[in-house]
């Protein structure tokens, strides 16, 4: 059985000293106020152990993280006719990239870049009476954390300088793929990308999709099938025109965000996240992604 404290440490004292923790996303100018050195890592085990190093309980802002989370929801609603909306392939291209779009008739290719992800709030906005705070109580109950709450500042600073998802929003909208207005969606999907959550809060959000659906309390929140179909696309989509990289240097299903966090796991086994707010060129969190990567190496745990 692995020493999993002393990898975490050894782990967090080889990278702290890295003098290259990548470039702190500034394009929303909320994260760019964030710790540039700032770095934690959160391992929480379905048999309930957990370790943890560095700033691991400090609240992050999730962004793209988000993504899975909404998906989740959506699916338990629409189930296999949600795929009818967004297709499941990589896209091999940035996050916030329009030209697929337009090429395949305004048909997102996976729920995890942000056309897709536009199209799952399109669905969250129709099917919930209050879906800003039914999304919001979701997360509380699978997390087990009544405390957990949207950044009212990301939000605001998303809102003002979001001009690709305003343009991907409209684009869907002249394809007939975004049946609400506009700016209700967009009004929800900042929201949702503006989730402050720490490391161990993401550690016990994303516990479900370890435990075929359901949370670190025992509650069933998201069918067996659901879980491992969504699993699977993290590892395919998760981490944009770097999943291949992912798979290859870490071998887990994971989902990064913009604001440096990164979440994976092994299904059956393990979460695990991680927090670096510097960014590598392809917008994930370059201390994180070394990190995963000497996890699974160290620990010799993933899904190959």
Known sequence: MPDFQSILEDIYQKLTNDDDKGEVASYIPELANVDPDAFGIYLQFINGEHYEVGQSQTPISIQSISKVLTLAMAIQMEGLNLWERIDVEPSGNPFNHLSLLEMENGVPRNPLINTGALVVADIL????????????????????????????????????????????????????????????????????????????????????????????????????????????????????????????????????????????????????????????????????????????????????
């Open 125 to 304: 906005v129709s099917q919930l009476k209050h879906p800003k705070e039914e999304f919001l109580q979701f997360v509380r109950d699978i997390s087990n954390d009544q405390t957990i709450n949207y950044d009212q500042k990301v939000f605001l600073s998303e809102q003002a300088t979001g001009y690709r998802n305003f343009a991907a929003a409209n684009l869907l909208k002249t394809f007939g793929n975004l049946h609400n207005d506009v700016d209700e969606v967009l009004d929800f999907y900042f929201h949702q990308c503006s989730i402050s959550m720490s490391c161990a809060q993401l550690a016990n959000a994303f516990y479900m999709f370890a435990n075929r659906g359901k949370c670190i309390q025992g509650k069933l929140h998201l069918k067996k099938k659901y879980a491992k179909r969504i699993n699977a696309i993290m590892l395919t989509c998760g981490f944009y025109d770097e999943a291949g990289e992912f798979a290859f240097e870490v071998g887990l299903p994971g989902k990064s965000g913009v604001g440096g966090g990164i979440i994976a796991l092994l299904p059956n086994e393990f979460v695990i996240s991680v927090w670096s707010p510097g960014l590598n060129e392809k917008g994930n969190s370059k201390l994180g992604m070394e990190a995963l990567e000497m996890f699974t190496t160290q620990s010799n745990l993933s899904i190959f």
